[in-house]
């Protein structure tokens, strides 16, 4: 366990036992898309070099086809930026007291959740295909009563590994507030 001074909204012995973000693999997809989407133009136009400087050349089409060419490769460049930032920026914070959901969704727009770990009623991990199995990542979901239903760990590291520590930690924090007199019971 490990302390994290800025943490959202800290608790005093609140401890962060988890920091996850998703699986390098989701970078990877991205930058094989970018570099798929600008290496196919760029071989096409070397392989077709004759026939594109020619295109070039002419005084109405070549600056239309530069001015394409160019919104083309920056739309690319903005889409893998788009991509990064929303898998750097989506992160789930575990403690020892509560789960902290923050998701990125696009450039201007972020939602950051929280649930106490006594809300939790069923953890399940899911792995899915070859590729997962592999590489050991997948998808785990955190079912609560509250407002949100549903958390959604998206493509971490070891599911079913951050599983068992969920339950764990679920356990025991409602020992802990069992223990401390929190949780009473009423008998009438």
């Known amino acids: 366990m490990f302390r994290l001074d800025h943490l959202p909204n800290a608790r005093p012995n609140e401890t962060v036992v988890l920091f996850i973000r998703r699986h390098w693999i989701c970078v990877f997809a991205i930058a094989v898309a970018f570099l798929f989407l600008t290496a196919v133009p760029l071989a096409l136009a070397w392989f077709f070099w004759p026939v594109v400087s020619v295109w070039f050349a002419h005084p109405t089409f070549g600056p239309l086809m530069i001015l394409g060419a160019s919104i083309y490769f920056l739309s690319i460049w903005l889409f893998a930026s788009i991509e990064f930032t929303d898998y750097y920026l989506d992160t789930w914070i575990v403690t020892n007291e509560r789960i902290i959901n923050i998701e ?72 802990r507030l069992s223990g401390h007199g929190k949780i009473k019971t009423v008998i009438k």
């Not at 990125?104 to 939602?111: C, N, P, V």
């Not at 949100?148 to 068992?164: A, C, G, L, M, T």
């Open 104 to 175: 990125q969704e696009g450039l201007f727009h972020r939602t950051a959740s929280e649930l106490d770990l006594a809300a939790v009623q069923d953890t399940t991990a899911e792995i899915r295909g070859i590729v997962q199995t592999v590489l050991s990542y997948g998808n785990v979901f955190v079912q609560t009563a509250g407002e949100q239903r549903r958390f959604h760990f998206k493509k971490i590291h070891h599911p079913e590994r951050i599983k068992e520590i969920i339950t764990r930690l679920v356990e025991e924090d409602k020992q």
